[in-house]
């Protein structure tokens, strides 16, 4: 593979970007590449093989959709399960933000997108396919199965593109993306973005890419330069809940992390409780409750949202300007993606680890292989550090009322069956409740969602959802000018 250096040109039109996409990406707010997109658009478009290394916010998405996009717009129309374009993605979340991007530009040039993943009724997706799709945004393991059902053939594939490569070689998806990218065309263009080469990635690369160009516009483990670090030391439990508590409480939108899933709901449910509006994030959701809680969090309806690894990668909610390790991750690239939630699209942003005394040693070498440099402080709640980063608070908002159903073993006053009437929840409360009963159905994310199917929550804390479509959580997540990117 040939490294090459960036061009000096600035617009997209220099790049070579065809004029309606280039009008497309203005109108959405979109002027000047990013180097990521300056550096690999010119091969991409020529139809050349690339990989693509660049570090978590870099503008890999828009690298790759442009000439995916540009490509297929000439081309003839797609055939019943036989698409033109695929790119394949490591998780649901991530899919569905790639599909909010491709979206508007395919569109604008007569194109059809469907996005495919697991943990949803099939149903809508195959129906997408039997009407024939341009450009699937697939993770793996669904599209396998759809491929078995013989519901969809990459045998038309024109260009495929591996996003997060490095994440798919993580959670054991390399064979599955073997087998796929062996049943499109070996003459197909195929690119492949990763921030890492290791797991068997470079191996993906040698078997599939022909003569690929690399484009690395920073280190592996290259922090970004807009991002503040900062180690805060605790004493102990109470001492940490404290100092989470005065975390979460500013006025911007703040991550945070934990390493359970009981964990993340525990803590959302207790930050609502205390007057700051927070939802979870994390692998027990159904995709109906990850798309309300996204939708709570992108449009500002909750401040906080308290997340597992699960949205490390592929959660891209612009002017996140706090990101907290309240459990501090296991390893160095965690710790790297949990941060590139903040100081995307070149905004600044600040990143915290809580850590005890006993984590010290363990803290100091990940922080050495991130290529990180903080100077732990002690910390507590009242901390003028702490209060300075924080900034000014926002107002408490009173927690959602839940549905209570009382005793049904004790009679009520003139009941005939000795059941007390069921009360009625307060229906201007703005979030959902508790409660097993109270999910409701995602009936969104037809179109940003890939013509995907909701299901029901069962259990846990959704907060804050509202009622919402995934569809608008998917579009409203992204800012048109610097999330696409």
Do not use: W
């Not at 617009?11 to 997109?37: M, Y």
């Not at 129309?77 to 993605?89: D, H, N, V």
Request: charged share 20%; aromatic share 2%.
């Amino acid at each position: 593979m040939t490294p090459v250096s960036s061009p000096a040109t600035t617009t997209f039109a220099e790049l070579g970007v065809p004029p309606r996409l280039v009008k497309t990406l203005t109108a959405g707010g979109i002027t000047a590449p990013f180097p990521i997109q300056a550096d690999t658009l010119p091969d991409s478009l020529s139809g050349r093989d690339v990989l693509g290394r660049g570090k978590t916010g870099s503008g890999k998405t828009l690298a790759f959709a442009i000439p995916l996009v540009a490509r297929l717009s000439a081309g003839s129309s797609a055939g019943a399960g036989r698409p033109r374009g695929l790119i394949l993605a490591p998780t649901r979340e991530l899919a569905t933000q790639i599909t909010a991007v491709v979206q508007p530009m395919a569109q604008a040039l007569g194109l059809t997108v469907t996005t495919i993943f697991g943990g949803v009724p099939q149903g809508r997706q195959a129906s997408a396919l039997r009407a024939g799709v341009d450009i699937v945004v697939a993770c793996p393991g669904r599209l396998e199965d759809l491929m078995r059902q013989r519901l969809v053939r990459l045998d038309r594939v024109e260009i495929s593109i591996l996003d997060e490569a490095d994440h798919m070689a993580d959670l054991g998806f390399l064979p599955g993306v073997t087998r796929i990218l062996t049943a499109t065309p070996e003459g197909g263009q195929r690119l492949l973005f990763s921030a890492t080469l290791d797991n068997g990635v470079d191996k993906l690369v040698k078997r599939f890419l022909n003569q690929p160009v690399m484009h690395s516009v920073d280190e592996a483990t290259s922090p970004v330069a807009a991002m503040t670090h900062h180690i805060y030391e605790v004493s102990g439990a109470d001492s940490k809940k404290g100092v989470v508590f005065a975390l979460a409480s500013g006025r911007g939108r703040r991550i945070l992390f934990m390493r359970t899933k009981h964990q993340a709901r525990k803590l959302a449910k207790q930050l609502t409780d205390a007057g700051i509006p927070s939802v979870d994030l994390h692998g027990n959701l159904s995709q109906g409750a990850r798309d309300r809680n996204l939708l709570a969090f992108s449009s500002g309806k909750a401040r906080v949202l308290v997340a597992t690894d699960v949205a490390a990668r592929g959660v891209h909610v612009d002017d996140v300007e706090l990101v907290v390790h309240v459990d501090p991750p296991a390893e160095h690239k965690a710790y790297l993606h949990r941060s590139g939630r903040t100081a995307r699209a070149g905004s600044a942003g600040d990143v915290v680890t809580l850590t005890l005394p006993e984590q010290r040693r363990d803290m100091s070498q990940l922080l050495r292989k991130a290529a990180i440099k903080a100077t732990p402080i002690k910390v507590t709640a009242d901390s003028a550090e702490l209060k300075a980063l924080v900034g000014e608070t926002a107002e408490l908002v009173a927690p959602p009322a839940v549905t209570s159903v009382p005793n049904r073993s004790v009679k009520s006053p003139g009941s005939r069956t000795g059941r007390s009437p069921r009360p009625t929840a307060d229906g201007s409360a703005p979030y959902e409740g508790r409660g097993r009963g109270q999910s409701a159905r995602s009936q969104g994310g037809r179109a940003a969602a890939g013509h995907t199917e909701g299901s029901r929550s069962r259990g846990g804390y959704s907060g804050h959802s509202g009622g919402g479509s995934s569809q608008g959580g998917a579009r409203r997540s992204q800012s048109r000018a610097s999330s696409a990117r």
